[in-house]
């Protein structure tokens, strides 16, 4: 966001001025919620809730609420505004209504209440909906979920994690049992689910258990058979997996396992991947030098490679090379600057917010 770059550097009011909407800008959600947030910034958490009320029938801007808002001890006022948004998703499926915006409604309800200390509310009251199907999405179920995990509410989360919810609640379940000392457990059950089931939905929580044990080439193995997937393959997991561990070598020779026929249909994010783990490596002459074979209008070369200059302490290098693609937004260059402590010159270098909302679609 463009009002950062004033705010980053202590200019508080000139960054609310350069961006307070006007009435028109009010009607936009996209801008109220830019607002809403430079306001909490600058400690004015009444107003931004203000600013965002109008809006609070989109499912989206619920959720900005509920971030925005937290630790700022305004949690009664947001679970008022939360009630009848949730109240109306129950009612939802009943009748029919599988569009209904605020979907999310239920979820953010107890989360709040959940952060305001109430957690057995929370859980009895997000229970008894997903018991009785009052809800609309599976985040819902995702959502209960990740609130008995975190709340070590093991009844609850075994009869979701192994009931007609497993597609949704093992994972959680199975790394609720490894967080209590029972991994083995965790492992066979999760086992027992893979071999029972065609759509591969419960590979990825026993990689991450294997990960987390050290045990990488059995965690490749069970990613393997997906990796030439269109839809749920694990390729681009394990190889995050292996470079979070340090081992970037694995992480290249499974990217680079890959046929031309592959790389050609995914070819952005194969080369951005395959620049990122030479320059996680630190290999930045020989990221620099794949980067410098690729075509130049591939989608993100140049950020990467501006990256890895800067990375490589080229930093003038890299201002000059995000200026001088005109693809590029320039709060990438101010972004660099500021990095850099260079914030005046990041002020200086940034578009008008007229400007900007000229360029844009919403503005």
Same mark, same amino acid.
């Given at each position: 966001?463009?009002?950062?770059?004033?705010?980053?550097?202590?200019?508080?009011?000139?960054?609310?001025?350069?961006?307070?909407?006007?009435?028109?800008?009010?009607?936009?959600?996209?801008?109220?919620?830019?607002? %809403?947030?430079? $306001?909490?910034?600058? +400690?004015?958490? @009444? !107003? *931004?809730?203000? =600013? #965002?009320?109008?809006?609070?029938?989109?499912?989206?801007?619920?959720?900005?609420?509920?971030?925005?808002?937290?630790?700022?001890?305004?949690?009664?006022?947001?679970?008022?505004?939360?009630?009848?948004?949730?109240?109306?998703?129950?009612?939802?499926?009943?009748?029919?209504?599988?569009?209904?915006?605020?979907?999310?409604?239920?979820?953010?309800?107890?989360?709040?209440?959940?952060?305001?200390?109430?957690?057995?509310?929370?859980?009895?009251?997000?229970?008894?909906?997903?018991?009785?199907?009052?809800?609309?999405?599976?985040?819902?179920?995702?959502?209960?979920?990740?609130?008995?995990?975190?709340?070590?509410?093991?009844?609850?989360?075994?009869?979701?994690?192994?009931?007609?919810?497993?597609?949704?609640?093992?994972?959680?379940? %199975?790394?609720? $049992?490894?967080?209590? +000392?029972?991994? @083995? !457990? *965790?492992?066979? =059950? #999760?086992?027992?689910?893979?071999?029972?089931?065609?759509?591969?939905?419960?590979?990825?929580?026993?990689?991450?258990?294997?990960?987390?044990?050290?045990?990488?080439?059995?965690?490749?193995?069970?990613?393997?058979?997906?990796?030439?997937?269109?839809?749920?393959?694990?390729?681009?997991?394990?190889?995050?997996?292996?470079?979070?561990?340090?081992?970037?070598?694995?992480?290249?020779?499974?990217?680079?396992?890959?046929?031309?026929?592959?790389?050609?249909?995914?070819?952005?994010?194969?080369?951005?991947?395959?620049?990122?783990?030479?320059?996680?490596?630190?290999?930045?002459?020989?990221?620099?030098?794949?980067?410098?074979?690729?075509?130049?209008?591939?989608?993100?070369?140049?950020?990467?490679?501006?990256?890895?200059?800067?990375?490589?302490?080229?930093?003038?290098?890299?201002?000059?090379?995000?200026? *001088?693609?005109?693809?590029?937004?320039?709060?990438?260059?101010?972004?660099?600057?500021?990095?850099?402590?260079?914030?005046?010159?990041?002020?200086?270098?940034?578009?008008?917010?007229?400007?900007?909302?000229?360029?844009?679609?919403?503005?």
């Amino acid at each position: 966001m463009a009002a950062d770059i004033p705010l980053q550097s202590g200019q508080v009011q000139r960054a609310l001025d350069w961006v307070r909407p006007d009435d028109v800008g009010l009607a936009s959600e996209r801008i109220c919620r830019d607002f %809403a947030e430079l $306001l909490v910034k600058a +400690g004015q958490v @009444d !107003e *931004a809730i203000a =600013v #965002l009320t109008p809006h609070l029938d989109r499912s989206w801007l619920l959720s900005v609420l509920v971030k925005l808002t937290e630790g700022q001890n305004r949690d009664e006022r947001v679970l008022e505004l939360l009630a009848p948004k949730a109240e109306r998703a129950r009612r939802a499926r009943g009748e029919a209504r599988w569009n209904f915006e605020a979907s999310n409604a239920q979820d953010l309800q107890a989360q709040v209440l959940e952060r305001a200390g109430r957690v057995d509310e929370a859980v009895r009251v997000l229970g008894a909906d997903i018991a009785a199907d009052r809800f609309l999405v599976q985040n819902t179920l995702t959502a209960y979920a990740e609130l008995l995990q975190r709340n070590r509410h093991m009844d609850e989360l075994r009869e979701l994690g192994i009931g007609k919810h497993a597609h949704v609640g093992l994972p959680y379940y %199975a790394r609720a $049992l490894e967080d209590h +000392g029972r991994s @083995d !457990e *965790a492992e066979t =059950v #999760l086992r027992r689910f893979i071999a029972a089931d065609e759509w591969d939905h419960f590979r990825w929580p026993l990689i991450e258990l294997l990960g987390r044990q050290g045990r990488f080439e059995e965690a490749i193995e069970v990613g393997r058979p997906t990796f030439d997937y269109h839809d749920a393959c694990l390729l681009e997991g394990v190889i995050h997996l292996l470079a979070e561990a340090g081992r970037f070598d694995d992480a290249l020779a499974i990217l680079d396992e890959r046929d031309a026929e592959y790389i050609d249909e995914h070819a952005s994010w194969f080369h951005m991947n395959r620049i990122g783990l030479l320059s996680e490596a630190g290999r930045y002459v020989e990221a620099l030098a794949y980067a410098k074979t690729l075509p130049t209008d591939l989608y993100g070369l140049t950020s990467s490679s501006a990256w890895i200059l800067e990375q490589s302490g080229r930093v003038e290098e890299a201002l000059g090379l995000l200026r *001088a693609d005109a693809d590029v937004e320039a709060w990438e260059a101010a972004a660099l600057l500021v990095r850099h402590g260079r914030a005046d010159e990041a002020i200086d270098s940034m578009p008008s917010i007229a400007d900007l909302r000229a360029a844009s679609r919403w503005g």
